[in-house]
C-alpha cells in the first residue's frame, strides 16, 4: 500500500553548545516530528551524504537529508458531510463546526465526525471526483478539539510539518480564542479572571472539577450584555484545559445555559441546546509569517434566545 512519502533536507544552523542527538534535534529544535513519531514513520537519515542511526551526534553545519512515510490512515471511513469552510489551502483547513459534530471518531462516534468529512474532503479533487491517488494519504491532524455541543472555529492540519507547526503555537499560549456565551445569573464584575486547577472529576469520569491537584487554568471574561437571570460573555481562556469554559463558569455560578452536564435544566429555557460558540480564532498559519484571525457569525440559537430575552425584559421592564 503506497503512503505519502516526505523527503527533507536541512542544514544545521541552529548555534549548538554541543553536540546533540539527531531524534532529539530532530523532536526538539526543528519541530518536523515528536519523539514518538520517529518511532512510528520509517524515518531514515542521511548526514553529510551518508546514513546514520537516530541516536548519531550532530552539529552545527551538517547537512542533513530526512526520509519517512506517513502510516496508513486508521480504520475510518470517509463521509461526505457538509462544512462550513472559513479556509483552506494546501497545509490546513478552518471550519465553522456545527453545533452537534463530534470532533474525532471514538466509542460510540465511528461516523458522522468532523475527521470522516475532512477524509472525504482531501480525496475530492478540483473536478468534484474521487481521487484515488490520495485515498490512502489523507490523514487530518487534529489540532486543538471543541466539545460536541459547542459549535464554532477550528481548524485541522494536511500533514505532519503544519500539524506540528499548528501544535506548537496552541502548546505556547500563542493562539487567542475568544468565545461566546450565555450564562445563567448576573456577574458581580464586568470584566474580569477566573483562575484556578482543574482536574478530572474523581466521582464522575466524563466530568471535570476544580482541584488543586489539577493543572493550572487561566480565563478572561467580560459582561456584553446583561438580563434579569442571564449574561451575554466574552471569553478568551489563556489554557486549554478540557472542558475549561464549562468548569470555570459553573465554578463562579454562572453554568452556561443548555450545558447538560455542568448545568441543569433550565425553567425557562428547558429546550436550549449549549449556549457556548468559539467565535475566533487568531493564529499563525504554516509558510506564513503574520498572524491570520478567522471570525465566525454568531450563530442563530443565540440570536434567537437574546431575541426571547429582549422581549421579556422589555414586558417586565
Known sequence: MPYLSHIIKERIS??????????????????????????????????????????????????????????????????????????????????????????????????????????????????????????????????????????GVIIAAWDDESLLFLCDQFKTRKVRKIYIAIVCGSLKEKKGCIETFIARDPKNRKRFTVSPKGKHALTFYKVIKQWQNYSLLLLRPKTGRTHQLRVHLRYIGNPILGDDVYNTKDSQFHDATMMLHSKTLSIILPGHKEESIFKTDIPQRFISLIEKLDQKESVHG
Open 14 to 151: 541552529q548555534v549548538l553548545q554541543t553536540k546533540i542527538r539527531l531524534d532529539r534535534y530532530l523532536s526538539e529544535s526543528l519541530n518536523i516530528l515528536s519523539r514518538s513519531q520517529i518511532k512510528t514513520r520509517k524515518l531514515k537519515a542521511k548526514l553529510n551524504g551518508k546514513d546514520v542511526k537516530l541516536s548519531h551526534l550532530v552539529k552545527q553545519g551538517d547537512h542533513l537529508e530526512l526520509f519517512w512515510e506517513d502510516p496508513p490512515p486508521a480504520d475510518i471511513i470517509p463521509e461526505e458531510i457538509p462544512l462550513d469552510v472559513i479556509y483552506e489551502d494546501e497545509r490546513c483547513i478552518v471550519i465553522n463546526k456545527t453545533q452537534g459534530m463530534v470532533v474525532h471518531p471514538g466509542a460510540g462516534n465511528r461516523q458522522g465526525t468532523l475527521v470522516n468529512a475532512l477524509l472525504f474532503r482531501r480525496q475530492i479533487n478540483i473536478n468534484n471526483e474521487i481521487n484515488n491517488s490520495l485515498l490512502d494519504n489523507c490523514r487530518p491532524g487534529i489540532v486543538h478539539r471543541l466539545d460536541k455541543e459547542t459549535s
